[in-house]
């Protein structure tokens, strides 16, 4: 499995069992949390004749699991592509993400 530890069938990545702050992934695709709100708000009223479908539930819960999974793996490909001009945005800059960057190389 490309030097990752395997476990019979699985494989395992010691950072992923620290997760990213809450605050540095709402920085990461912000509008989900307002659409996960109006998605939990449709469910709650019965009334409502527009009721979330699968899908939207399904996209909602693969970009939040996105934008962790992002967050997680920026801090290695920074190292391994230090020039991307992505790593210029603000959120690599601040201060919950260069905390979590150093525990992350702690763990790694």
Not at 28 to 47: C, M, S, V, Y
Request: overall charge positive; aromatic content about 14%.
């Amino acid at each position: 499995m490309a030097g990752f530890p395997t476990y019979g069938r699985f494989f395992y990545l010691a950072r992923a069992a620290l997760n990213p702050p809450t605050s540095l992934c709402k920085k990461l695709f912000p509008t989900i949390g307002e659409w996960h709100d109006r998605q939990a708000a449709k469910e709650l009223n019965p009334g409502n004749p527009i009721q979330p479908t699968v899908t939207e539930n399904a996209f909602e819960q693969v970009i939040m699991m996105f934008r962790k999974s992002f967050i997680h793996d920026s801090v290695l490909m920074m190292e391994l592509y230090p020039c991307y001009p992505i790593w210029q945005h603000s959120i690599f800059s601040d201060p919950a993400y260069l905390s979590f960057k150093r525990q992350v190389h702690i763990i790694a």
